[in-house]
């Protein structure tokens, strides 16, 4: 009588196994791809294309990371774990309708700002200039 008992569980176990299949229906299938295709693309963040590390006059050191085509550079002070303060190239400005574009630059126009106008950074390389937020305008060398 055991034999039949131990010989039944598994059966009884795929009976109930196959009980508990559900299926999404359409419509939930539907929302799912008209969410996704309304989903606007998103934008990838600027690559890291060059790293340096630089000492200015008053012996801070900085972190810098310049990002993109000189589009953007990350600066940190003291330590490469410190929180980052994001610069970033002036926004082209879009032509006028009839007229010329103008050329595209190499180089920004202009130092890299923070979005509080309080940072900014130009050059690249072996020496840049730099104003962090509460110091002044200095070199730093690499």
């Known amino acids: 009588m055991t034999k039949k008992l131990i010989f ?3 059966l009884s176990m795929l009976a109930l196994a ?5 299926e ?6 539907n929302a799912q791809e008209t969410a996704a295709a ?3 693309d998103v934008e ?3 690559a890291i294309t060059a790293t340096g590390t630089y ?3 008053d012996n801070t050191i900085l972190y810098v990371d310049f990002l993109g085509q000189n589009e953007a550079a990350d600066i940190r002070v003291g330590e490469k774990s410190a929180l ?3 610069v970033t190239a002036p926004k082209a400005e879009v032509p006028a309708a009839g007229t010329a574009a103008a050329p595209v630059q190499a180089d920004p126009a202009g130092p890299l700002t923070s979005a509080d106008g309080e940072s900014s950074l ?19 060398k690499s």
């Open 122 to 140: 130009s050059g690249n390389g072996d020496q840049i200039n730099v104003k962090l937020a509460g110091k002044g305008a200095q070199t730093c």
């Open 38 to 40: 309304s989903a606007a």
């Open 84 to 86: 980052a303060v994001r």
């Open 18 to 22: 196959a009980c508990n299949k559900s």
């Open 8 to 10: 039944l569980a598994p």
């Open 24 to 29: 999404t229906p359409p419509a939930a299938e």
């Open 44 to 46: 990838m963040p600027p």
């Open 55 to 57: 000492r200015c006059a």
